[in-house]
């Protein structure tokens, strides 16, 4: 039975506007490093500096190796971790001159060097990059479940991050366009490499603005008693939920992974148009479906929402294979929209899951689930990462580095396909399949609500400890 005094605190907690603005600035910063990362990375290496793409599927395979081990491991540190700043807030606020760092240095390749030593600096600066992204961006997704109980709540915070995230992922992709060699000019890379110096910058501060801000709620590290590993360890790897959502997340990073790698593609070799409308194509109707994600969350619940957002993209990337150059803007225009499910839907099931954790282990664990669920989905993008230089390769595209520096474009028919292939049907149906497993997804209706008052009661009991100490 709860106390009295506890049962005071039976409410989901609500936040402020202001609060769901700050906490968005932290998704501009991640978003901001991460969508030039993924827009420029295989273009950079391969086309500009001409990194054989057996090096890059090289550099993939260690990358996707490191990824399987510093996800967990972070994961498991930051829910074990005890200071008066919480278990959270550290790690972020910490790393983020590290990350806006090892941003930097991926761009500053030595470029007349050799394929070792290209290999080896990308494959370096991959590798710390991608710890300092890894330990920001977990701790900020573990966040989320836990600054309130509320999906409604949740969702907000999410549609702001989302909102942000896009906005940052939309100016990856407009810096480099700015600033990358162009067909007919010079093919210098220094007004690059600087404005890649100003993006690990204001990333960097972006993210220690929102962790001045948020603060963690105290029964989550002064109340909870970290699990052994073990036990943490199969907690995680028996839940069914969780599982079911790993899966369908790894078709969507996999998607997100090929479609941000290959819209410079699509734009210069097939449409021949500048980037900036492709870019519109995707990034307005994704602006417009994430606050719409709120219409189908109440319509329709948290996981059917997002199998009726995942199906409406996959449909449309999937017909880029066949229609008509002109229709390919407006399957983007459909793709986007849908986009707004995973984006911003995600993060909420996720939540639902450490909710129902929760009352199976008695603590929080979100970092354990986000760590694992990077473990099984960050593969996604080195598969990308490697599927996209071997694509183009055997469909015999010709990179600018075999052809002076300048752009080719008198493509043979095959690579075209190759290119439409690996923005459309490809991750277009990796979309559909995810569909697919969510239709096993358990926390939906009764269940869910009872899950939901469960754990209203157990924070009850909680706060209500750290009172009475």
């Known amino acids: 039975m ?3 005094a506890s049962t005071e605190t039976l409410a989901p907690v609500r936040l402020s506007t202001g609060y769901k603005f700050i906490w968005g600035l932290a ?9 030039t990362y993924g827009a420029l990375l295989p273009i950079f290496y391969q086309d500009y500096l001409g ?6 599927g090289i550099a993939s395979a260690v990358y996707a190796i490191w990824n399987a081990l510093n996800d967990p491991l972070f994961g498991y540190i930051t829910d074990s971790t005890r200071s008066r700043l919480g278990r959270r807030i550290p790690y972020m606020r910490f790393t983020a001159p590290f990350l806006g760092l090892t941003f930097i240095l991926v761009w500053l390749a030595p470029t007349h060097a050799g394929q070792m030593a290209l290999f080896w600096w990308m494959l370096v600066t991959m590798l710390l990059y991608d710890t300092c992204y890894t330990i920001v961006g977990l701790v900020y997704s573990a966040l989320l479940p836990e600054v309130s109980e509320s999906d409604a709540e949740r969702n907000h915070l999410q549609i702001s991050a989302s909102l942000f995230g896009l906005l940052g992922f939309l100016l990856g992709f407009i810096i480099p366009e700015m600033f990358r060699p162009k067909a007919g000019t010079s093919p210098s890379f220094l007004p690059l490499q600087v404005s890649m110096v100003v993006v690990g910058v204001v990333s960097a ?13 105290p029964e989550f590290y002064r109340v909870d008693q970290p699990l052994p590993l073990k036990e943490a360890l199969r907690y995680t790897f028996t ?22 790698g290959m819209l410079f593609y699509l734009a210069d070799y097939v449409l021949q148009m500048n980037a900036i409308l492709l870019l519109a194509c995707v990034f307005i109707p994704l602006f417009l479906g994430v606050p719409a994600t709120s219409w189908f969350r109440r319509k329709l619940g948290v996981a059917g929402a997002q199998q009726t957002l995942l199906l409406i993209a996959g449909i449309a990337l999937t017909l880029i294979a066949v229609v008509p150059k002109p229709l390919i803007l407006v399957c983007l225009v459909v793709a986007g929209f849908g986009l707004a499910g995973p984006q911003t839907l995600t ?20 970092g354990a689930f986000f760590g694992v669920n990077a473990l099984l989905t960050k593969p996604a993008q080195s598969v990308a990462l490697a599927l996209i230089p071997f694509v183009l390769e055997t469909t015999g595209f010709v990179p600018r580095e075999a052809f002076g520096g300048q752009i080719y474009l ?3 028919a095959s690579a075209l396909l190759g290119i439409r292939a690996l923005i459309g049907p490809i991750p277009g149906l990796a979309l559909i399949l995810g ?5 096993w997804f358990p926390l939906r209706g009764r269940y869910l609500a009872e899950v939901q008052e469960k754990v209203l009661q157990l924070h009850a009991e909680k706060h209500a400890l750290i009172r009475d100490s």
């Not at 993210?207 to 963690?216: C, G, N, R, S």
């Not at 969780?242 to 941000?260: C, E, G, T, Y």
Request: aromatic share 4%; glycine share 4%; hydrophobic share 50%.
């Open 2 to 4: 709860l106390s009295s």
């Open 27 to 35: 998704a501009l910063g991640t978003s901001l490093v991460s969508g």
């Open 51 to 56: 990194l054989q793409a057996r090096w890059i």
């Open 205 to 217: 501060l972006l993210v220690i603005a929102t962790t001045l801000k948020v603060k963690e709620r």
């Open 239 to 260: 839940s069914r939920s969780f599982l079911l959502l790993v899966s369908q997340n790894f078709m969507s990073i996999l998607m997100q992974a090929l479609v941000v």
């Open 347 to 366: 993060n909420v099931l996720f939540a639902q899951v450490a909710d129902e954790d929760e009352l199976r282990s008695g603590v929080r664990r979100e």
């Open 410 to 412: 008198d493509q043979p």
């Open 435 to 439: 569909a697919a497993i969510l239709r």
